[in-house]
T-cell receptor, first 115, second 115 residues
């Protein structure tokens, strides 16, 4: 079975705190991709990052960083020095290479950053 | 470059009525996806088109849902008759290719309320 689990339904932090959003996935495929999307209150899904299963290097983009560990089937997302504008629902998604590009989404984590 | 367009943005209907949603993908994108996002959940793929052919409709409730992409460009998703559990946001996405890892660009969605 292919599945994505985001165990944290809601997280609330105060501005400038660091926060990590967890993502655990299940797949038997050896080739796959992992994504993170942001869904602000406006509703449109915004692409944040894509990772393929052969690249376990961590990635940093400004205040965002991602930690991919195949050994634990996890692809966690950290926001450093959070800001109010980071408030949104964040989705982790799995895309098996040979299934037409479809995305299998987790349930999402709603992040609330308070001033 | 224009993004994925969807209309209407909001729709309220009574159960057993019919409704149709329209999507115009990014120019040149051969692959088009329709997702259903129920409140509090991640998007779930309903149907995927490659040009005007269906690639995956395994999760489309075919007794009431139908979709077409006749000229390989814009697409229409229809529900007939609607049920209360169809209340959701219907998201359209497009991508250049139909392989895993292809970045999908999402439209703003159509929020359907069935009363």
């Amino acid at each position: 079975a292919q599945k994505v689990t985001q165990a944290q339904t809601e997280i609330s932090v105060v501005e400038k705190e660091d926060v990590t959003l967890d993502c655990v996935y299940e797949t038997r495929d050896t080739t796959y991709y992992l994504f993170w999307y942001k869904q602000p209150p406006s509703g449109e899904l915004v692409f944040l990052i894509r990772r393929n299963s052969f690249d376990e290097q961590n990635e940093i983009s400004g205040r965002y960083s991602w930690n991919f560990q195949k050994s634990t089937s996890s692809f966690n997302f950290t926001i450093t020095a959070s800001q109010v504008v980071d408030s949104a629902v964040y989705f982790c998604a799995l895309s098996p290479y040979n299934q037409g590009g479809k995305l299998i989404f987790g349930q999402g984590t709603e992040l609330s950053v308070k001033p | 470059e224009a993004g994925v367009a969807q209309s209407p943005r909001y729709k309220i209907i009574e159960k057993r009525q019919s409704v149709a949603f329209w999507c115009n993908p990014i120019s040149g994108h051969a692959t088009l996806y329709w997702y259903q996002q129920i409140l509090g959940q991640g998007p779930k793929l309903l149907i995927q088109f490659q040009n005007n052919g269906v690639v995956d409709d395994s999760q489309l409730p075919k007794d009431r849902f139908s979709a077409e992409r006749l000229k390989g460009v814009d697409s229409t998703l229809k529900i007939q008759p609607a049920k209360l559990e169809d209340s959701a946001v219907y998201l359209c996405a497009s991508s250049l290719a139909d392989t895993g890892g292809s970045e999908q660009y999402f439209g703003p969605g159509t929020r359907l309320t069935v009363t």
